[in-house]
């Protein structure tokens, strides 16, 4: 599976972005896939992550309500929405996937995509 990942960028405080993650692999209901962030000097963070086949979610606190994750089953690509977006949401972006259900932990991801930037000014 490899994964890309677009629709980073600049943007001000309170705009929204949405990325795109596009596996050239299949993703059936056996995987799960995720959105982690890497912002400068600080360790990867679990942002969301979404169950595949369930479509069971979870979010990272400081992101809910403001961040939403889906997928697109027929163009086996995963979106995350980001609105309210926030200076401290500005990092390179992550998509992951993994064979089994969600987690937090990036290091239980097998493939990842190459990572994107955002870039929220105040």
């Known amino acids: 599976v490899q994964l890309v990942e677009s629709g980073g960028g600049l943007v001000q405080a309170g705009g929204s972005l949405r990325l795109s993650c596009t596996a050239s692999?299949?993703?059936?209901?056996?995987?799960?896939v995720g959105w982690f962030r890497r912002a400068p000097g600080k360790e990867r963070d679990f942002v969301t992550a979404m169950d595949w086949g369930g479509g069971s979610t979870n979010y990272a606190d400081s992101v809910k309500g403001r961040f939403t994750i889906s997928r697109d089953n027929a163009k086996n690509t995963v979106y995350l929405q980001m609105n309210s977006l926030k200076p401290e949401d500005t990092a390179v972006y992550y998509c992951a996937a993994r064979r089994g259900i969600l987690y937090f932990t990036w290091a239980l991801y097998d493939y990842w995509g190459q990572g994107i930037q955002v870039t929220v000014s105040s």
């Open positions: 692999g299949r993703i059936n209901s056996d995987y799960a």
